[in-house]
């Protein structure tokens, strides 16, 4: 038969079987976009310190725009680094403990730029299993060997480095995103100082929270300014704003400016983001017991929700999460929530590594007693029927 005479396929027709599989599946993602102001209680966000909204943050941006424009106009080795982006970058440093900083678009392209950079042909990198897709996506572009070793094991660490002679590269959360736990980051170096390996860890959701006046988990474990240690951060958590920082020796940062393509080939972040960035840091501060706020009412909320039946896991910092019977019914959950005028989390795969579905609320500093009451009845009434024996 000519070629001209078959019917060609039609361009991503693939598109719909993976749709319809998802939506049979529970797991199809919409997006919503939200009003600038809402009657809802917003335990979905990150917004850990509750600075999103400050005066001081809101104006500091606003000032940012008006002196520096817009945006960047170009990425951070053209035209797109200001006295701004410099002075953040000190301030992070400083605040966090640590000798140099870089700060890129996002915390996304942070943890691109510090994998990929810092581990080329003929290091293995160990990876916990329970690592953010970001750090996961920097593994995979990066020219080292990944190994994949159990959540939160230094042991297993040790046994995956000493199968290794060359360099190596451990990369780990500080706190993981699914059930607000932990790594045991001090046993974690120890380990990775026996065989001269670097530690690299992603502190996006312990900067604010966790340290002295929420100065990271880092800083918490003692590992602050060490020369075998780097941390990248997010701007976007507990700061209020967006963008991300890699922190570490001045050694290495020089090296991520020479060598980070997430850094050299991207649009500097923009002035209003760096200065609402800066002005959050200065009202943490001033205000440290923020901090510990934060990890009061996720103790909280985690007491009343196990109280009540549910299964939680114990937070760490700020991440609390609930355990829901499948996909489908964790998203009634949030729904049905929702409905009530509460706004929470829905964690399904491919985002939970374990496969177990969850709703994952955020406890943030500003929550009031009486907001705290008023998410565990709404939880509670609108469980679906067996999340208490999940």
Request: hydrophobic letters at 45%; aromatic letters at 4%.
């Amino acid at each position: 038969m000519p070629r001209d005479a078959i019917t060609p396929p039609t361009p991503f027709d693939w598109i719909d079987g993976q749709a319809d599989r998802r939506r049979s599946a529970g797991l199809e993602r919409v997006l919503r976009p939200r009003p600038p102001r809402s009657d809802l209680l917003d335990l979905a966000g990150n917004d850990y310190l509750g600075l999103t909204r400050h005066p001081a943050v809101v104006d500091a941006a606003a000032d940012a725009a008006r002196v520096w424009g817009g945006g960047a106009t170009g990425s951070r080795l053209v035209t797109g680094s200001t006295e701004l982006h410099a002075e953040l970058e000190a301030e992070l440093a400083e605040f966090c403990g640590f000798e140099s900083a870089l700060v890129l678009s996002s915390g996304y392209a942070a943890n691109l730029a510090a994998v990929t950079a810092l581990a080329p042909h003929g290091t293995l990198i160990v990876s916990d299993a329970g690592n953010h897709a970001s750090l996961i996506d920097g593994c995979r572009l990066a020219r080292g060997t990944t190994s994949v070793v159990p959540h939160a094991t230094p042991e297993a660490v040790r046994k995956a480095l000493a199968t290794h002679t060359g360099a190596g590269l451990v990369v780990t959360d500080s706190v993981f995103s699914v059930d607000g736990d932990a790594a045991p980051l001090a046993e974690t170096a120890g380990v990775c100082r026996e065989f001269g390996a670097g530690l690299l860890l992603d502190d996006a959701h312990g900067l604010g929270v966790l340290g002295t006046g929420g100065r990271g988990a880092a800083q918490a474990a003692g590992l602050a300014g060490a020369p075998d240690v780097v941390a990248t951060v997010t701007l976007s958590k507990s700061l209020g704003s967006q963008g991300g920082a890699v922190l570490g020796p001045a050694r290495v940062i020089a090296h991520l400016l020479n060598t980070a393509r997430t850094f050299i080939f991207d649009t500097g972040l923009a002035p209003a983001a760096a200065g609402a960035a800066r002005a959050a840091l200065g009202v943490l501060r001033a205000e440290p017991a923020r901090a510990e706020r934060a990890r009061q009412v996720a103790h909280t909320l985690y007491t009343r929700l196990t109280g009540a039946g549910f299964d939680s896991a114990r937070p760490d910092a700020a991440v609390v999460s609930v355990r829901a019977p499948s996909p489908a019914a964790a998203v009634r959950w949030a729904a049905d929530c929702r409905a009530m005028g509460l706004l929470v989390g829905c964690f399904r795969p491919p985002s939970v590594p374990d496969g177990i579905s969850r709703l994952r609320l955020t406890a943030r500093a500003d929550l009031t007693d009486e907001a705290i009451d008023r998410v565990l009845t709404v939880v509670t009434e609108t469980a679906p029927e067996g999340a208490r024996d999940v």
